[in-house]
């Protein structure tokens, strides 16, 4: 997939890892904008749920990116000072953080659906 052609210093621009990366981040900034901008206002007028709850789950959206964030470093840090295996390990705490965002987000919409009626 990377040209032969193209330029020495854009050749580790067009890997497929690279491009995974790319698309994970561009997913997790979507349904984080998402979340922040039209979370509130879907749990307070849609689900008749109180502002106060609405705010908490915006509060609990930070809290759980600054905790995450700092686990996932952790984390690849330790799978890097192992560097077992020839994937990259921190590809793989990327795919897998994805996974949970989305985990977490039908989980979301599931409890809104089926507890606030």
């Known amino acids: 997939m990377v040209a032969d052609g193209a330029p020495r210093q854009f050749r580790n621009v067009l890997t497929p890892q690279l491009g995974l990366v790319f698309l994970s981040y561009m997913l997790v900034s979507i349904v984080r904008g998402a979340c922040s901008d039209w979370g509130q206002m879907y749990l307070v007028q ?8 609405a705010s908490s789950f915006s509060s609990s959206q930070e809290i759980g990116g ?3 964030s700092i686990a996932a470093g952790y984390v690849a840090d330790l799978m890097v000072s192992k560097n077992s295996g020839s994937v990259k390990p921190r590809y793989l705490i990327s795919l ?3 996974l949970l965002q989305t985990v977490g987000m039908l989980a979301f919409l599931f409890i809104t659906n089926h507890s606030c009626g």
Request: net charge positive.
């Open 46 to 53: 849609n689900k008749q749920q109180t502002a106060l709850i």
């Open 96 to 98: 897998f953080l994805t």
């Open 66 to 68: 600054i905790v995450c």
